[in-house]
């Protein structure tokens, strides 16, 4: 059983980008920024392997800043292979680039996209 995605990616995006990485909102998101959430949202499994599909959001103090980090993720994601954090990535698919999504404060900045990442157990 290949480990859980957001223990592997939310690690992996704060030892590459320097940022807050998690699977939930922090309650101080503010105080946090930039943040890089990594959520399950669906996907499949195989005996030997998974294929998650995920949320990854980019929170940023601004708009650009949000932008350019959410282009970095993507960009580092679709390279992304061998093993991290106790799985073994084997390939990751870009399924909806970034684009801007809603966020209640309007002085935090959300850039959302979706992947499907292919993983088994390291």
């Known amino acids: 059983m290949a480990p859980d995605i957001e223990t592997v990616l939310g690690p992996w995006a704060e ?10 909102t922090p309650d101080d998101l503010e105080q946090r920024l930039p943040v890089v959430r990594v959520e399950r949202i669906g996907g499949f499994d195989e005996r030997f392997s ?7 959001d ?5 708009a650009d800043e949000a932008r350019e ?8 994601l679709l390279f992304l292979r061998g ?7 084997r390939s990751v698919r870009c399924d909806s680039g ?16 979706t992947y499907t990442v292919s993983l088994r157990a390291a």
């Open 15 to 24: 030892d590459t980008f320097g940022v807050f990485g998690c699977a939930e």
């Open 50 to 56: 998974e294929h998650p599909r995920v949320a990854v």
């Open 58 to 62: 980019v929170f940023a103090a601004t």
């Open 69 to 76: 980090l959410a282009g970095q993720v993507r960009d580092a």
């Open 83 to 89: 093993p991290v954090n106790g799985a073994v990535i």
């Open 98 to 113: 970034p684009s801007r999504q809603p966020w209640a404060n309007e002085s935090v900045h959300r850039r959302g996209a």
